[in-house]
T-cell receptor, first 114, second 111 residues
Framework: ETGVTQTPRHLVMGMTNKKSLKCEQH?????MYWYKQSAKKPLELMFV???????ENNSVPSRFSPECPNSSHLFLHLHTLQPEDSALYLC?????????????FGQGTRLTVV | SQQGEEDPQALSIQEGENATMNCSYK?????LQWYRQNSGRGLVHLIL?????REKHSGRLRVTLDTSKKSSSLLITASRAADTASYFC???????????FGTGTRLKVLA
């Protein structure tokens, strides 16, 4: 248990569906992240939030919409996805201060788009 | 690409042997971190080495950093079947809080 909880663990959705991934961290961190992990590709950083403000959007398609209502919760809203969006979506958190520190990851949501 | 590159991509060894994985990167860093991922799970932080450090130990793990060559290595000594996992390096840069990961090394330790 890393202190970062993601739900659901598995999700199958059609291309016309709308769903949301949820991430919650119990570590008191001030930064949260969404990563996408596809087979045989590096982890792709999608979004970064620092103190609830989005500070990074790595050219992610608009069918992925993040939301960070407070420093403990992070959502990824999904709509009209494509089969190539099937992947493991990982949430992470860290404490940003003087210099970088380690990131704590959730167990991920395995997303399958059919 | 800003991403690091680990090599080898895959490594298979016998239990009790040492495993060495390498990581190269292209831009300057504040620190370099190593993570482990069991199949289909989240990543777990193993060790962080700062840019002014050359070597660091944690249990059976030994990490070295050569900033002149922009490379790092992770050594796992006396490997166990439970060490079977993918290992990733991640660059940490000062002034930002992004963690840029490489493609990982898949380690298989045979009992």
């Amino acid at each position: 248990e890393t202190g970062v909880t993601q739900t659901p663990r598995h999700l199958v959705m059609g291309m016309t569906n709308k769903k949301s991934l949820k991430c919650e961290q119990h570590l008191g961190h001030n930064a949260m992240y969404w990563y996408k992990q596809s087979a045989k590709k590096p982890l792709e950083l999608m979004f970064v939030y620092n103190f609830k403000e989005q500070t990074e959007n790595n050219s992610v398609p608009s069918r992925f919409s993040p939301e960070c209502p407070n420093s403990s919760h992070l959502f990824l809203h999904l709509h009209t996805l494509q089969p190539e969006d099937s992947a493991l979506y990982l949430c992470a958190s860290s404490q940003v201060g003087t210099g970088s520190t380690e990131a704590f990851f959730g167990q991920g949501t395995r997303l399958t788009v059919v | 690409s800003q991403q690091g590159e680990e090599d080898p991509q895959a490594l298979s060894i016998q239990e009790g042997e040492n495993a060495t994985m390498n990581c190269s990167y292209k831009t300057s860093i504040n620190n370099l971190q190593w993570y482990r991922q069991n199949s289909g799970r989240g990543l777990v932080h193993l060790i962080l080495i700062r840019s002014n450090e050359r070597e660091k130990h944690s249990g059976r793990l030994r990490v070295t950093l050569d900033t002149s060559k922009k490379s790092s290595s992770l050594l796992i000594t006396a490997s166990r079947a439970a060490d079977t996992a993918s290992y990733f390096c991640a660059r940490g840069t000062s002034g930002t809080y992004k963690y840029i990961f490489g493609t990982g090394t898949r380690l298989k330790v045979l009992a």
